[in-house]
């Protein structure tokens, strides 16, 4: 038996999943209903099946809770229909005997995203389940340019191929592939996407106007999977094209233009999300330019689209990338709360503030921002970044599910009990890793990445582990396959830390592209990215008694914990403290000697991953096993890189040999 990873489909819904909806039976309300309908219409002309008018005698029911409360009598519908009354927006049941399986919707929304968990799960057990989620804004952003960055790409830190909405300047002429992807997203219930990039150059700026028909298009082929689309926008665009001379968001012009603008797009858009904007960030325009803060400029736009029920993402990504790294008093890990924390309260009930889930920019390991918990008056987004930039950028296996779990998961309000994933009032929001690669991830075994952020996007609660196994499962039909495949993703995360980044050390990667070992790449430049390694020891210093007082912004008890040497955590030790090799770990070796051990075993990982896959040739369809299997031969030799570059570094800075005699290269 061979596995297959359609390009047309995501994996986990290869066309032979649909087949369970050819002898199904809809009754719905809502816009989506067409779209289930076209569902079931394209499973029967594919498979076959008689159609039959009678509830009782369908093999699969799909309804809305409106529908379904008048089909009571018929085996299964009272069950599912009890199920779904309580339950939110967007919400499923299902109810499922021998012979019927009932799924029923609290709204069309609903039944959408019950039909795909069927889909994922036809052999689901009998009885009732149900589904709902814990965040209503569950959205992706895409970094993508109209016009190829001379730097960046198509798509900035993408991954996989082109943008799937833009070229030559323009939005596609063919949009075949978006609603594939529109398809793709539902079926794991991404409600938003923005579709270009949050550096908006030139080009993208006039996405807001002149390039407004295409986007229009994108907008209806998203509504119809029931998707919202967002932009990102210039904050500078009345000047940038042309119809101003200033920005200034207290001036009355300035407002009037955002407000046409808006009126123009819900004119053509009913359903449109709203702006996301990165002000005042790495050269992006913004309110400072005018002598405004961030409340001035987001409630500007704010403005603007509250009479349309827009929103606005405004990023709170804000730090100095001039700094000089001379000065060890600047730490680039505190900007977002001194710039963000005291304008609290300030901001319109529609604005979002979206911060990064952690302080400095999705390194392999970091703690959470204290931002997110800093603005209790404010609806706060958290941003999570799925395509790989700094994680093997998708040639590297490094599932990320146990890594955003831990976020989502971490009690950081003072009460001990309220998570990270609890103050996202605003939803999530994750940086997507999808082009127009053939199996869209540019790694197959990437589709997981979107997959899982997508659950815990839902329901930031769901063991990310049992997402894993769901996905690997529904994508990899033979049992054998997909066991592996969850064997070898399942730590991956760790295993690409333990080759690269150790103990919350971060950006020791090539500068610009950020691919591979550079462990001095950014040590002197102007980013704010320093590990201050020296012939004696490594870390930053963050601490309120001796260094930057970054520890100070969280609440209890993680200000005292984490600025406390004898109880900071090993995993962020290098993040918080600066810390002579010799150090003891809790773990009970010394930094020096965690280096060279975590080094050499994330290599041998690597090794048996590729072992692993290599057993499964003939089992996986060939063009997969040949694109994971070339992936995880440049894992391994980057690995290697990694391992070598930063055991020679610590190695002739520290003059401290490794316990175990392994070669270092001197
Ligand atoms: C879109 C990092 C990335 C940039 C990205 C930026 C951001 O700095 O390297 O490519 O820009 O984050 O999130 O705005």
């Known amino acids: 038996m061979t596995d297959r990873v359609p390009a047309a489909h995501p994996a986990w819904l290869p066309d032979s999943a649909t087949a369970v909806l050819a002898d199904a039976l809809l009754d719905a309300t809502g816009p989506l209903a067409a779209t289930v309908a076209t569902e079931l219409a394209a499973a029967r002309t594919r498979f076959g099946a008689p159609l039959t008018a009678d509830p009782a005698a369908a093999r699969v029911l799909l309804l809305t809770l409106d529908r379904a409360r008048a089909l009571t009598a018929v085996p299964g519908v009272a069950a599912a229909v009890t199920a779904a009354a309580d339950l939110p927006a967007e919400g499923w049941s299902r109810s499922r005997e021998e012979q019927q399986t009932v799924v029923v919707g609290r709204d069309d929304r609903g039944l959408l995203y019950g039909m795909f968990a069927l889909l994922r799960n036809p052999g689901a057990a009998t009885g009732v389940v149900t589904s709902s989620p814990r965040h209503h804004l569950r959205m992706l952003d895409h970094w993508d340019n109209m016009v190829a960055h001379p730097t960046m790409g198509a798509v900035e830190r993408g991954y996989a191929g082109e943008s799937l909405f833009f070229r030559d300047g323009q939005v596609r002429s063919d949009l075949a592939r978006v609603e594939a992807y529109a398809r793709l997203l539902a079926s794991v219930g991404i409600n938003r996407v923005a579709i270009n990039n949050v550096n908006v150059h030139r080009t993208e700026t006039d996405l807001l106007r002149g390039h407004l028909r295409g986007v229009v298009r994108i907008a209806e082929i998203l509504r119809r999977w029931g998707i919202r689309l967002h932009l990102s926008v210039n904050f500078a665009a009345p000047v940038v094209l042309g119809d101003l001379e200033t920005a200034d968001p207290c001036a009355e012009a300035v407002a009037a233009w955002w407000r046409d603008r808006a009126a123009e797009i819900y004119a053509r858009i009913p359903d449109f999300g709203g702006f996301v904007v990165k002000a005042d960030s790495e050269g992006q325009p913004g309110p400072f330019g005018y002598g405004r803060d961030h409340a001035d400029g987001a409630n500007m736009l704010a403005r603007a689209l509250a009479p349309h029920g827009g929103l606005v993402h405004w990023r709170a990504f804000v730090y100095d990338h001039r700094q000089d790294w001379r000065d060890r008093s600047t730490d680039r890990a505190r900007a977002a709360y001194d710039h963000f924390a005291p304008l609290d309260g300030r901001f319109e009930p529609n604005v979002v503030l979206q911060v990064k889930h952690g302080p400095i920019d999705f390194q392999v390991r970091e703690p959470v921002s204290p931002v997110i918990a800093a603005l209790p008056r404010t609806r706060l987004a958290v941003e999570l970044q799925i395509t790989q930039e700094y994680t093997g950028q998708q040639q590297h296996v490094c599932w990320l599910g146990d890594a955003w779990a831990q976020v989502l998961r971490f009690p950081l309000a003072d009460d001990e009990r309220t998570s990270v994933g609890d103050l996202a009032d605003g939803g999530i929001v994750a940086v997507s890793n999808v082009g127009t690669d053939a199996f869209w991830t540019g790694h197959p075994l990437a589709q997981a990445n979107l997959f899982t952020e997508a659950a815990l996007a839902w329901d930031h609660t769901t063991d990310p582990r049992a997402v894993l196994q769901e996905w690997a499962s529904a994508t990899f039909v033979s049992p054998r396959v997909a066991e592996t495949v969850v064997d070898l993703m399942v730590d991956s995360w760790q295993t690409y830390e333990a080759y690269t980044a150790p103990l919350g050390v971060g950006f020791m990667v090539r500068p610009g592209h950020h691919y591979g070992p550079d462990v001095d790449g950014y040590e002197y430049t102007p980013w704010g990215t320093y590990h201050f390694a020296d012939r004696d020891g490594i870390g930053v210093d963050r601490t309120v008694s001796t260094g930057t007082g970054f520890t100070g912004q969280y609440p209890e008890p993680w200000a005292s914990r984490w600025e406390s040497l004898a109880e900071c955590p090993d995993a962020l030790l290098l993040f918080f403290h600066h810390v002579p090799y010799h150090h003891r770990l809790h773990s009970g070796s010394t930094v020096i000697q965690h280096i060279y051990d975590t080094h050499f075993a994330g290599v041998e990982r690597v090794r048996s991953m590729v072992a692993e896959w290599a057993a499964l ?50």
């Open 617 to 666: 040739e003939g089992a996986v369809e060939p063009a997969v096993f040949d694109r994971v299997a070339r992936r995880l031969a440049e894992q391994h030799r980057s690995a290697v890189e990694w391992r070598d570059q930063l055991c020679s570094y610590f190695w002739r800075k520290s003059g401290v040999a490794d316990e175990r005699g392994r070669t270092i290269h001197p």
